[in-house]
């Protein structure tokens, strides 16, 4: 099952995907940024830094949490999200689109 992200700011979608997730693991705790709350401006930040290394919008990792969605397109697939996290990608990406 894919989400679908289409119309929404996809910084907003990163941002949101993180702050609903939790540090994994001790390697993910001593992430400086792991206690902070991501912003927009944060997320635009990191999608910045990710194009100019790389062609697509995956994120494996961010701020020592498990994100591993690819927001390359106007839908991603939530499974290992969903694997790793407590929430639901589906919920998280409603909750932004009900704001």
Do not use: C
Request: proline share 5%; aromatic share 8%; hydrophobic share 35%.
């Amino acid at each position: 099952m894919q989400i679908d992200i289409g119309g929404l700011d996809k910084a907003a979608v990163l941002a949101a995907l993180v702050n609903s997730s939790q540090p994994l693991l001790l390697t993910g705790w001593m992430d400086p940024n792991s206690t902070r709350t991501m912003t927009v401006a944060d997320a635009h930040e990191e999608m910045l830094t990710k194009v100019r290394s790389q062609s697509r919008l995956y994120f494996d990792y961010l701020w020592g949490r498990p994100i591993k969605v690819d927001l390359s397109g106007s839908s991603f697939d939530p499974s290992n999200y969903d694997r790793d996290n407590k929430r639901p990608a589906a919920d998280v990406v409603n909750e932004l689109r009900n704001r």
